[in-house]
């Protein structure tokens, strides 16, 4: 396993992260068990992850707590790297239904003092905003407080995570602006590049770290969605309609030369596009069992893609019709 530098800070964290949700919530096609949840996350850290990246709103705290249980004696081993923002009590969590949000410094301090909680810490050594609009990434009150939790060592840095879709694009790249935030999560793949590679030229420019989820276009690059899958109504992926499942399908047709050229799979070209950019810091690949795990940390042995392949990527990206980005309004 390979382990980069998360921005201005010291931490080391591995290029295969472990994002956390899909142990708490059925959102991906499947309900994992506590005990398989728990033998999953034992099997990252044997691999060499030490990154595992949650949200409280994850179960409802359920993805805090696992991991809480399964590595309270081994605090110092890890990185832990949790969100905040959704007021999910009281309410039904159901696919991409979004939450009531709230970032007011109350409700911030109880939101932090409820992780350090569940998860069996003291501090963390990232929090962020879970999917914050451009008025929270524009408010000074809300960067005080978690500057403050630095400055207490409750937390050692932040993050912005970009969301729920694709876009964000303002919102990344002002976050980057703040004085302790060391990373932008952002949904990123070989298939959509966009808003990811300008929010990656600013990363190194600011020394911030990029976080990549859905690096594998929400099934599309690992062969578990095509022309023929019924997505459920309640799975994340449901968002992604037919006219888009064959357009990505047809993308996947012009790239498969270079993987072939490198002896890759698709999901394997992929994934070392990802881990050859610069700005990049760690990437988390939907998992949903100790096999794709497995599969995956292979993944991230071996060489990186060659400048020329990464260029004629870049060619043929170009060569795509653009898409729609979210954003806050006003960012319009």
Do not use: C
Not at 39 to 58: C, H, P, Q, S, V
Not at 70 to 90: A, L, N, P, Q
Not at 232 to 241: A, F, L, Q, T
Not at 271 to 289: D, L, N
């Amino acid at each position: 396993m390979n382990y980069n530098k998360l921005g201005k800070t010291d931490i080391k964290v591995s290029e295969l992260g472990f994002g956390a949700w899909a142990i708490a919530v059925d959102w991906w096609g499947k309900k994992i068990e506590e005990d398989e949840a728990k033998r999953m996350l034992k099997k990252a850290y044997d691999l060499g992850i030490n990154l595992f990246e949650t949200g409280d709103m994850y179960g409802k705290g359920k993805s805090e707590r696992l991991i809480g249980e399964v590595f309270k004696d081994m605090r110092d081993e890890i990185v832990i790297s949790t969100k905040y923002g959704y007021d999910f009590e009281g309410v039904e969590q159901i696919g991409h239904t979004e939450l009531p949000q709230k970032f007011d410094e109350d409700f911030t301090r109880k939101a932090l003092r409820n992780s350090l909680e569940r998860l069996q810490t003291d501090h963390l050594d990232m929090y962020g905003l879970h999917n914050p609009k451009l008025t929270h990434i524009r408010d000074d009150s809300i960067f005080n407080v978690l500057d403050s939790f630095v400055a207490d060592e409750s937390i050692k840095t932040y993050q912005v995570a970009l969301g729920p879709a694709i876009g964000w694009t303002q919102e990344g790249l002002e976050a980057m602006d703040r004085l302790n935030l060391s990373a932008v999560q952002t949904v990123y793949n070989i298939l959509e590049q966009t808003p990811g590679n300008e929010l990656m030229r600013k990363a190194e420019e600011k020394n911030v770290g990029i976080l990549v989820r859905v690096p594998e276009a929400s099934g599309i690059l690992t062969g578990k969605v095509n022309a023929d899958t019924k997505i459920d109504e309640k799975d994340h992926r449901s968002v992604r309609k037919g006219e888009w499942i064959k357009a990505s399908l047809e993308k996947v047709e012009q790239i498969r030369s270079i993987a072939e050229g490198n002896e890759l799979t698709i999901t394997e070209l992929a994934m070392k596009f990802i881990m050859t950019k610069k700005g990049f810091a760690s990437v988390f690949p939907t998992m949903v069992s100790e096999e794709e795990i497995i599969n995956y940390a292979e993944m991230t042995k071996g060489g990186y893609i060659s400048n020329s392949d990464m260029k004629e990527i870049e060619e043929l990206y170009n060569t795509w019709p653009s898409y729609e980005l979210k954003a806050t309004p006003q960012a319009n």
